[in-house]
T-cell receptor, first 110, second 113 residues
Framework: GENVEQHPSTLSVQEGDSAVIKCTYS??????FPWYKQELGKGPQLIIDIRSNVGEKKDQRIAVTLNKTAKHFSLHITETQPEDSAVYFC?????????FGTGTRLQVFP | DAGITQSPRHKVTETGTPVTLRCHQT?????MYWYRQDPGHGLRLIHYSYGVKDTDKGEVSDGYSVSRSKTEDFLLTLESATSSQTSVYFC????????????FGPGTRLLVL
């Protein structure tokens, strides 16, 4: 089956610093790569996604980069704020399903 | 939460009892999914539906069944609940035109004693 790994599992940064979370996958046929944010007590929420025909996508302070050759994609958050504190999941597409990573807990300290 | 409600939001039950969780959407999306979330495992797909009366198994389907008699409702049934099914259950939906993008409900926290 598809193997998805996410690193690091926890990440603590000072407010204003950048945060990077990496996701590796095994299915070379994957062509859709989303990132979800989950706040305490809520369902995951899509924050950004990328398809395999592009290498980078940016939305304000959030960006995703994709390296299809190496089979990994990363979430970049710049100028972090306390409200960015949450658990982040990658979920590369495998066939007709999304396979979720085990999550990264990001803490942003004021 | 993209027009998705889940009920109940919290439930405590005893081992061996049947339990049904309901997911209701107002978006008229074709695809619906049930996931469970456990520490260290992320979200794992239990069952999904690609239309009324059309369902298929996911990664962790043993002990669960589903039904979809209307576009807006997707039911998840634990035939005989076990303690290993204590978890947080999430429903998700996606549209035919953009099947990849999934929107999640608020979750149901289930405790099986």
């Amino acid at each position: 089956g598809e193997n998805v790994e996410q690193h690091p599992s926890t990440l603590s940064v000072q407010e204003g610093d950048s945060a990077v979370i990496k996701c590796t996958y095994s299915d070379s046929a994957s062509n859709y790569f989303p990132w979800y944010k989950q706040e305490l007590g809520k369902g995951p929420q899509l924050i950004i996604d990328i398809r395999s025909n592009v290498g980078e996508k940016k939305d304000q302070r959030i960006a995703v980069t994709l390296n299809k050759t190496a089979k990994h994609f990363s979430l970049h958050i710049t100028e972090t704020q306390p409200e960015d504190s949450a658990v982040y999941f990658c979920a590369p597409r495998h066939g007709d399903k999304l396979i979720f990573g085990t999550g990264t807990r990001l803490q942003v300290f004021p | 939460d993209a027009g998705i409600t889940q009920s109940p939001r919290h439930k405590v039950t005893e081992t061996g009892t049947p339990v049904t969780l309901r997911c209701h959407q107002t978006e008229n999306h074709r695809y619906m999914y049930w996931y469970r979330q456990d520490p260290g495992h992320g979200l794992r797909l239990i069952h999904y539906s690609y239309g009324v009366k059309d369902t298929d198994k996911g990664e962790v389907s043993d002990g669960y069944s589903v039904s979809r008699s209307k576009t807006e409702d997707f039911l998840l049934t634990l035939e005989s609940a076990t303690s290993s099914q204590t978890s947080v259950y999430f429903c998700a939906i996606s549209a035919l035109a953009d099947q990849e993008t999934q929107y999640f409900g608020p979750g149901t926290r289930l405790l099986v004693l």
